[in-house]
């Protein structure tokens, strides 16, 4: 489990929902030297500076977790509930075909978030087409590598500003 923080005291002090979590499934840890023809070189880490650098311009609090356990995650969403957490992106990675308690976990927040997949799971195995969680989604981003993740904050960072 890896966890990176950037917090603005403005966007702290924010009253009701506030703030971005970003939740990295399975093996996204290995980013950078898994699989790079599907996945890219960029790390995990190089992804989470971007987003926290991002973030931190738009004084928005912003949050990366990884774990390759699904508990984890799951209690990670329910954390992010009681933290009033406003939105999250979301890679369930190989989770993404298989995790009904995740989705639930989703669903039961209500938090609203944006589905990302760093490669384009609809040109892979017939068996990455299948996704739990993109009917819940506000969006998906598939296959656009690691900017994906940054087209998702500017996405969520709009509507923070338009509500």
């Keep these: 489990m890896k966890k990176e923080r950037n917090a ?6 924010a009253p009701g929902r506030s703030g971005v979590l970003v939740l990295h499934g399975p093996n996204l840890n290995l980013l950078g030297t898994r699989e790079p023809h599907h996945y890219g070189s ?15 311009a738009a004084g928005v609090l912003l949050e990366a977790f990884q774990s390759n356990h699904e508990g984890a995650l799951i209690e990670r969403v329910h954390a992010a509930s009681a933290q009033g957490i406003g939105y999250l992106i979301i890679n369930p990675a190989a989770y993404t075909h298989t995790s009904i308690a995740l989705r639930d976990a989703l669903a039961g927040t209500g938090i609203p978030f944006v589905e990302v997949h760093l490669s384009n799971v609809h040109a892979r195995e017939p068996f990455r087409h299948q996704s739990y969680f993109s009917d819940l989604a506000i969006g998906v981003i598939s296959g656009l590598g690691s900017d994906g993740y940054l087209l998702a904050l500017e996405y969520i960072l709009r509507r923070m500003a338009s509500e």
């Design 8 to 13: 603005s005291s403005e966007a702290s002090k």
């Design 42 to 56: 960029t790390t995990l880490a190089e992804i989470n500076r971007a987003l926290a650098h991002r973030a931190e």
